[in-house]
Each structure stands twice: as C-alpha cells, then as structure tokens.
C-alpha cells in the first residue's frame, strides 16, 4: 500500500487425516491512523496430498487416529520387535511443564489364546527456548582515556515466544567507567535502559526480544588508568528464563603527563634580608589521565659563597639529598618540594649568581610529552644596607678654659642592613675659630687620613648591625671668644653597594663657646609634710649657693620669698655669711668651689590649714657682677605640704548596769559617749557613727547631742574640735517591765567615720557600752492558799518569788490588787500612790534562788473570801543609815507555828528599826520601820519580806531594835 508496500507471507502446513480449518489474518503496526482499511489476500494456496501409510507392525498393521493413536492388525514373528514413531504438535499456548503420556494394555493373539501386555509411558517435557546472553568490546585494547563500546546481545531467534521482562545487571570492573557521553542505547523493545557517566552500573529492565528476533544494548566505557579488565556480567533473566553470564576483558595501556616547574619568592633577593629569605617552589603535576607512580626529580642548585640550603619539605613523596621521590601522584593532582635557602648579609651581590634546575628522571608509566620534564630558576643577589651618621657632642655651651679636652665630638655610623657594607668612605669637617685646637681623631675601626685633620676621610667596612665611631678631641682654651661658636660635620662620600636611605648620611653637631661663672642655688626642706602642731620649730628650710666656676664671682645678693598661710609663724632666719633683712641676703663674693647657707626656721601651729603646698620657700639669685654661664639653676623653691592628725579617743559609759525594767521610768537607762580630741592638730568634721540594738520593749526615750554638734540617722557629726577638747552625747532609753532579761541586751556601738585630718591610734577611735537587764518579766510568783492562823487571828498566804533572770535582783516589792473591802493586809510594807499596799524584799536575790514571802490579811469578821493577785517591782535596795539609841528587848520567844517574837516597852508614835545579823558584824535593816501604836511593841519575824529567810531555817540569827532620832 502507500504507507509500506506489500508485503508477503509463506509458510508450509503439515494436516493430518481429516477435515481441517485453515484461518490466516493479518496485523497492521505500521498506521497511526484508525479508520485506514487493510486489505489481505491468499493466493497460491497448494494442498499436498498425504502419502499412504506403510504398514509398521507386519502386515496389515495399521495406525489411526489423532490425539489418540491406535494400531491394530500386524503380526510379529518369535523374536521380532517392531516400532513406530508419531509427530507431536505442541501449540504455541501450550503451557510449560511436564506432560505424562501412557498407553493402553496390549493384547495379541497367540495359538488361539489372548495375551496381555504392560502398557507404555513416558513423559514429555515443554519447556521454552532461552535466549542466548553475550557481551562484546567492539575495542579489546586502548589507550587510558579512550573510549570502547561495549555491546550486549541477547539472541532469541530459536524462541517462537517473546522474551519479556528482560532484567540485566552489569557492574564494570574497579578503574572501568561509562564514558561522558555513555552514547548508550538498546534495539530491544521498551524497558528502561539506566547508565550514568562516570558510574560503574549499568542495568535494562522491562524490555522485550521479540521471537526469533536478535536485539543489544550498547554503552561506551573508558578508564583513566591502565590494565587488563575482566568483566563478568550478572545472570540475564527473561520471562524465557535464566540466560545465565556473559563475559569480555578489555586491555587499556596506561600513560601519564608530567611537568616541572619552578617558583621564586623574589627575583632579586636581598643579602642578609632575614633567616629563609629565599624560597624555591617546585611543582609536578600529572595531566594524567592515569596515575603515576614511582616518579623520581633529581634537584640540583647553584649557590655563592653565604647562600646555604635550610630546609626541604616535601608535600607528598620525600626529599633526600637531591632526589625528590614521588610514590604515586593521581591524574589532575600536583605535588609541591619547597626548598628555603638563607642569604647571609656577606653575600656576594651577582646576577643570576642563585640557580636551581630539577629533572624528571624515571617514572612507571608513559609520559606523554617530554618537554616539560625540566625547569629552571634564577635568582640575583643585591647587597643593600643602611648606613646612618649621627655626632654627639657636650651639653650646649661649652665652658672656656675648664681644661684640656673640654670639648669632644663623638661621630658613631651605624649600619641597619640588611646586608654588611664595604669600603665606606666619611667626610669629617671641623668649624674651628681661635682659641680651639684639635687634640686628636680616634676612629675604633678603619683609618683617619691625614691623622688628626680637620678635614680627613674615615675609611672603613661595617658589618650589618654594628657601628663604629670616631671620636674627636679638641681643647676650647680661655682665648675663645665668649659667644663663638663650634661645629662638627660628618658626610658619607662612598660605598660599596646600595645605601637605602640617604636622609642619614650626614650629620652636624654645633656648640657655642660660653666664658662666666655658674651660680648654683639649691635648698633643702622636709621630705615629708609637717604635721600641724607637731612642735616648735618644726619646719627648716637650708638654701646652699656655691660657684661652680671657671670664674669668681663677686656683688652677690639673693632673694628668699616665703609663702604661707595662718597658723605658721617665722622663728630665725640665719646666713653663714653676709647679712639677710627684707627678704633680701647680701652675700658678697664667692669664689670657685666655695658654697655659704641660709637657715630658715618655722613653727606650724595645730591650727594651720591643711594645704598642699602650705610653705613655699624660693632663692634666687638676684644680682652679681659676672655674666651666668649656665642659666636656670640660679634659683630653688622647696615646698612643704601641711597636713593634721588627730587622735580622736572614743568611750562610753552608762547610767547603770544592770538596768532594772520597769523601775524609775521614764529614761531608767541612760549611755554616755564622749569623743576628746587628744591632738596634736585641731580636728574638723568630726563625725562618729553611733548604732542601738534594743531588746523588745526597750525603746530610746531621746538622744541629746552637745553643744554645737548634732544627730541624725545614726550619724553624730561633731564638727570642729581643737586639742584637748571633747564633746559628749546622751542616749536616754525606757526599758519597760516587759522585756525579757538577758545580758549585754542595750547596746551603742560607736566608730570615728570620718574627719578632715588623719587618724591616730585607731585602737580608741571605736566604743562599745552595753547594759545587761534584769526583769519582772523574768520571775515566777506561784502563790499558796489563804488560809486563817487562829493563833493570830490573821489569813496568812506565802507566795514564792524565784528569780529566772541570768543576774541578781537587787530589790523588788509584792504589790496585793483586788483585795475585798475590809481587808488590809496586815504586814503590808507602805502603799503606792494609787494605795496599793505592797510588801517590800529589800534584799538581793540571786539569779536561779527562791524567797517564800508570808502574806497576812486582817478581816474583821473573818468571813474569808480573800483571792488577791500579785505584782512585782523592781527596785533599788533602800540604804538609809540609821541614828538612835538601842533598845531593851525581852528574849526572844519562838511560836508554835515557828515564827520568833521580839517584845520591848516603847512608846506611841515612836518610830524603831528592827536589825538583824548571822554574824554580829553585818546587820540588815527591816523595811519598814516599825511605828509603837501602845506602851508595849511586839514585833513577829515570820521570814520574808520582813527578813531573808524564816528563822527556822537559820542555825542562829542576832536581833537588835534601835529608836530612831526624831530628825531621821
């Protein structure tokens, strides 16, 4: 047709016996389009005719049938074997695997009998025809870097069916790559062909080999280095089956591309410039494209007498002597020899003098281009130096007539390198006016020519960092004229080699001739400031004018100014020689080398000001007949600071220790802090730091700070106090009958902040004053029952007070509260204000003891009903010293309950103290006096209040009774 042409099909039938259908079709895969008709005709169509069958069993035997065979008739002879084959058509949808075919049993006819035989079976395998799998190198042998194109092939053209499902795996043996492009590609249909460049995997999977169709894949493949590569594929597999490995080796000659070159760090290396100054860069590189190995460069270099080899470091293989050797050097990758030499600064200069040449001498592979397989460098050598000239002389001017040799010159040239310097040539020129001479030119290195000229040539060598000097020695003598002047030129004329800084090639030197005498002033003072106050005569000042010459000196005056504040006062002001009024000394004439003094003598008062200078004493000259030669050290000024100290003492005392709470409020407590200045200054801005610690309950009642100071913020600022005189501050407190006792609990704690002046002895600049507590707070009042004593008509209740404070209670009293009316207490000891009667201890009671006192109640009916309750206060013991006569008593009589009586005649309205003592030395008053209410007084020691213990329990106890004086 239009689209491909006709095309042509034959093909041979084999029929069996019978009837057969014959069905022939044909297949477009050519059109795109559809709705195209295609048209087939058959013609020629031949139909054989099938032979006629021969007999295969004897005669008359026969075999019919088609999918099953029968064979009947035939006869075999004794010993006769016959057999026969049919063809077997196995359809192209036929499945794989095993078929088992078996016959039926066989019968004969044997002399008029039936026999009977086995039947026949075999199996028939199907299995398909699998593909044949081979690989090929269309090249067997290259170059390294050179591409082969690998081919598989895969070979179904014995198979009727399609070899689908194609899966094949390759991986290309270590060093064998797919080139760049892989050109691959495959005539196989479909499937996915994978193969990057530059990898080692190739694989086609999916693909199809149509029957009886022979299809490849195809990739190009290189390496870089060289051998024999074996390459075994994986096992192709199909829908066929398992096409097993296919295998090819391809050989690639290995070759290398190496070049040398060298690099210098400078071109033209400067002698001396510095350790490793010079370094020769070496590169091998390998273009590849395989790797090199067993590479050897021999090196070699030419060097001058002061050039050496310091090191060389190699960054792959190793350098020993002048082989450089490379083990393996990879294609693109370049090795480096770094060679340092050391140019010492006695260098010869020279051009191109430094040489250094490596050859490639051997290397296992290849080279591909043997024109790079040497390098050379060259280096020249300069020789540079810097060559400076300085001339030193005497401090400007120079003193005429002093002496020989009065003037030297030192010229001193120096080289800074960096390399040595040879056959310098210096111009020394002398401005000499009359009266100077030339003593001598002395150069420490080299020559002077002509010796001793004031125009001569200093020729020398100098080595880099050394120097050299000439001296010259000449003598200004006392004809040289006051004024003239001196000068010392030095000029670096030649040289051999390069001066690289000519700004300091000369060097002048110019002194000026002075003639006259040096009046020299000094003075001498305190080094360290004066301390106001610190005595008479404390400050000496000593001003000293000597003549240093060369000439007499004669008119001399000098002017002594001093300067100071209040408080400093003159004591004397003495010269050595001359006179001194006004402020002005008239000294006279002096000769050389002679020196006179004046003294001048202070006292700083303790009220002079701290200042910084506080004296200032300057002495000049202020006239003499001779010019000064050296002017500036005519005239001195000494200062002396003034400062204060003060020893600011610090104490602290109070009002009472311990305090007792609750007792003589308000302001039971007091502390006193006194600050005195103890000198030697006046001290100003005093200020004391004053802190409280106050137990709970305690309170200050108010703080009084001293005349012209005051208080705020715990901050006691003082003021000025001048020596010997002190200032005080009262601390007033209220400790009430709740706080708790305790030692050391009221405290001041007070420090010297801050003054103008400096401090002495801090040792007392601090204080401390504490106040221990004793408290009501702190004891225990248990009380007995009230119960009547019908000896005396009397309710009696002891209560016991124990005292739990850690100190003594000096003296405390019972307060009765809540007493019904018609009750008194009976041995009650006086009342308060408010008429609350109390019974009154006037003894000390130590801390941990206990006193029972006995309470007595008077009721006149005795109806009972009495529930007082108690109160404590604490109170100073009652010291009244008594005046009488002594009193007659009866022997004391002892109650039965106990108690002691003490009878005596008395009279009404007189008034008795009662004493008592364990030992007849120390007597204790009873409080109250007792008042004679009759002609006849009994008087009951029943224990505490009235006494300190009961009677009983004392082993003796003295009684005495005094009438008091009517005055007391």
């Known amino acids: 047709d239009q689209d491909s042409g006709w095309q042509t099909f034959t093909t041979n039938i084999s029929l069996g016996a019978g009837e057969h259908t014959i069905l022939l079709g044909g297949y477009n895969n050519k059109s795109n389009s559809g709705s195209e008709v295609m048209q087939v005709f058959f013609d020629d169509i031949q139909i054989g005719t099938p032979r006629t069958p021969t007999p295969i069993c004897g005669p008359n035997s026969a075999l019919a049938g088609s999918n099953v065979l029968s064979l009947s008739g035939g006869q075999l002879t004794p010993g006769q074997t016959c057999s026969f084959q049919v063809g077997v058509k196995i359809p192209l949808a036929t499945s794989f ?575 006193t802090i006194t600050v005195v200045n103890n000198g030697p200054s006046k001290a100003s801005a005093v200020a004391i730091n004053i802190g409280e610690t106050l137990p709970t309950g305690a309170t200050v009642n108010s703080i009084s700070a001293g005349p012209g100071t005051s208080f705020a913020d715990s901050l006691w600022t003082v003021g000025d106090l001048g020596v010997g005189a002190s200032s005080t501050i009262i601390y007033y407190f209220n400790v009430s009958e709740t706080v708790a006792a305790g030692f050391d609990l009221i405290k001041n704690e007070t420090n010297v902040s801050g003054a103008n002046e400096t401090l002495l002895n801090a040792a007392d600049d601090t204080a401390t004053i504490s106040t221990d507590v004793v408290s009501p707070f702190s004891t225990r009042l248990p009380q007995g029952a009230v119960a009547l004593d019908f000896q005396t008509g009397l309710f009696k209740q002891v209560i016991t007070i124990t005292n739990d404070n850690p100190g003594t209670l000096p003296s405390f009293r019972i307060l009765v509260n809540e007493l019904p009316d018609g009750v008194t207490v009976y041995n009650s000891q006086g009342a308060t204000i408010d008429g609350i009667s109390y019974l009154l201890y006037n003894q000390a009671l130590a801390s941990g003891e206990s006193i029972d006192l006995v309470v007595e109640y008077y009721q006149a009916d005795a109806s009972g009903g009495i529930e007082p309750t108690f109160k404590i206060e604490l109170l100073d013991p009652e010291e009244e010293q008594v005046a009488g006569e002594g009193v007659n008593v009866d022997p004391p009589k002892i109650l039965p309950n106990g108690d002691l009586l003490i009878e005596f005649d008395s009279q009404i309205d007189q008034i008795f103290t009662i004493q008592y003592s364990n030992d007849g030395e120390t007597w204790t008053n009873v409080v109250p006096d007792v008042v004679a209410g009759g002609t006849r007084l009994q008087w009951i020691d029943n224990g505490p209040p009235k006494t300190s213990s009961h009677p009983r329990e004392e082993k003796r106890r003295l009684y005495r009774v005094i009438q008091k004086d009517a005055d007391q």
């Open 97 to 671: 695997g095993e078929y088992f075919n078996t016959t039926s049993l066989i019968s004969t006819e044997v002399i008029g009998s039936t026999l009977v035989g086995f039947p026949a079976t075999d199996t028939l395998l199907i299995a398909p025809v699998v593909p044949d799998f081979s690989m090929n190198f269309g090249s067997g042998a290259i170059n390294a870097g050179e591409n082969s194109t690998l081919t598989f092939t895969i070979d179904n053209s014995e198979s009727q069916l399609p070899a689908e499902n194609i899966a094949l795996n390759h991986q290309l043996p270590r060093g064998l790559i797919l080139s760049t492009p892989t050109g691959s590609s495959t005539t196989c249909q479909g499937g996915t062909l994978t193969a990057v460049s530059g990898t080692d995997t190739i694989t086609y999977t999916g693909g199809t080999a149509p029957p009886g169709q022979i299809c490849e894949v195809t990739v190009n493949v290189t390496s870089i280095e060289g051998g024999e590569f074996a390459n075994t594929s994986n096992e192709l597999t199909s829908s066929l089956g398992n096409s097993g490995t296919a295998s090819d080796t391809i050989d690639i000659q290995p070759f290398v591309a190496i070049s040398l070159s060298i690099d210098s760090s400078t071109e033209i290396v400067i002698a001396g410039s510095g350790p490793e100054n010079l370094t020769y860069i070496i590169t091998a590189f390998n273009g590849g494209p395989s790797t090199a190995t067993d590479i050897v460069i021999d090196q070699s270099e030419t060097l001058p007498s002061g050039a050496s080899m310091v090191s060389a470091i190699t960054s792959l293989g190793s350098f020993d002597q002048s082989n450089w050797s490379i083990p393996t050097l990879l294609s693109g990758e370049s090795a480096t020899l770094t060679i340092t030499y050391s140019v010492e600064r006695n260098t010869e200069s020279g051009n191109n003098s430094i040489t250094g040449t490596v050859t490639l001498t051997s290397v296992d592979q290849l080279d591909s281009n043997n024109s790079d397989n040497t390098a050379t460098e060259f280096t020249s050598v300069s020789n540079v130096f810097d060559i400076a000239l300085d001339t030193t002389g005497p401090i400007e001017p120079v003193l005429a007539a002093t002496g020989p040799g009065n003037l030297v010159y030192t010229i001193t040239a120096s080289n800074s390198g960096p390399s040595d310097a040879t056959n310098l040539g210096i111009r020394e020129a002398l401005n000499l006016p009359a009266g100077v001479s030339v003593d001598s030119i002395i150069p420490s290195v080299g020559s002077f020519t002509p010796a001793n000229d004031p125009n001569g040539l200093w020729s020398l060598d100098l080595p880099f960092g050394e120097t050299a000097t000439l001296t010259v020695n000449l003598t200004v003598g006392a004809d040289a004229p006051d004024g003239g002047s001196i000068s010392s030129t030095s000029i670096l004329e030649s040289a051999s080699g390069t001066d690289s800084k000519n700004s300091n090639d000369s060097a002048t030197e110019t002194t000026t001739i002075v003639a006259g005498s040096d009046l020299v002033v000094t003075q001498s003072g305190p080094e360290a400031p004066i301390v106001a106050g610190s005595g008479t005569g404390n400050l000496i000042y000593t001003v000293e004018v000597l003549n240093q010459g060369p000439l007499a000196a004669t008119g001399i005056e000098l002017t002594e100014i001093l300067n100071f504040g209040d408080g400093i006062t003159i004591d004397s002001v003495t010269p050595t020689a001359g006179s001194f009024s006004d402020d002005v000394w008239t000294l006279g004439d002096l000769a050389v080398g002679v020196s006179e003094t004046l003294q001048v003598v202070l006292t700083v008062g303790p009220s002079a000001a701290i200042t910084s200078p506080g004296v200032t004493s300057t002495a000049a000259v202020s006239a003499a007949d001779q010019r000064e030669i050296n002017p500036g050290d005519e005239s001195a000024t000494t200062t002396a600071d003034i400062i204060r100290e003060v020893d600011l003492a610090v104490s602290a005392t109070n009002s009472r220790d311990p305090v007792l709470a609750g007792f003589n409020l308000p302001q039971n407590l007091f502390h």
